[in-house]
């Protein structure tokens, strides 16, 4: 259990290495304006619901032995070039700490926990395949894991959702929301 304990943490650590790496990446204004066309287009009349099912769909690969791993800090990293990108068009965002998205917002930290979940969940499955280890034992706590990640991510789209009501309903904007 210790080891597990340890895994989880160590991965949290790597996905949030790879989501601050992403959004120190130089964005131009091109490459920001064409992302944000493309978010906008992804997040039109998004709702709770739909967040649950894009973050939910990004996190369930992340349990796939091995290839989860590098999904899940591909994810991290895309998710901080996606705060860059943001950034360069609303500069008033410029003096948040990237990382403050993650650890500072509830849904920040439930998409993190199931994040972080899935990629070592992948670690572990993989290393038991490669060790030859049955993978009968594992796959009790991989399904409990699977649900408390679609636990997480359902009340962390909801609060999302919320949350981006609240600032809309403010009448703060922010692109492509």
Do not use: C
Request: zero cysteines; a negative charge.
């Amino acid at each position: 259990m210790k080891k597990r304990i340890l895994l989880f943490f160590i991965f949290m650590a790597l996905f949030s290495g790879a989501y601050q790496l992403g959004s120190m990446s130089e964005v131009n204004d091109e490459e920001a304006q064409a992302f944000l066309e493309e978010f906008e287009e992804l997040v039109k009349d998004i709702d709770s619901i739909g967040i649950f099912v894009h973050n939910t769909s990004i996190a369930l690969p992340m349990f796939v032995p091995g290839f989860g791993v590098g999904w899940g800090l591909f994810s991290a990293w895309s998710t901080g070039y996606a705060f860059a990108s943001i950034v360069a068009v609303t500069p008033i965002l410029a003096g948040m700490p990237p990382l403050a998205l993650l650890y500072l917002s509830p849904f920040g930290i439930m998409e993190l926990v199931a994040y972080s979940l899935g990629t070592s969940r992948s670690y572990i499955l993989i290393h038991a395949i490669v060790k030859k280890n049955p993978l009968y034992p594992i796959m009790k706590p991989t399904i409990i894991e699977i649900g408390i990640m679609i636990g997480l991510l359902l009340a962390g789209g909801f609060l999302e959702f919320y949350m981006i009501s609240l600032v809309q309903e403010s009448g703060f904007e922010l692109p492509g929301i």
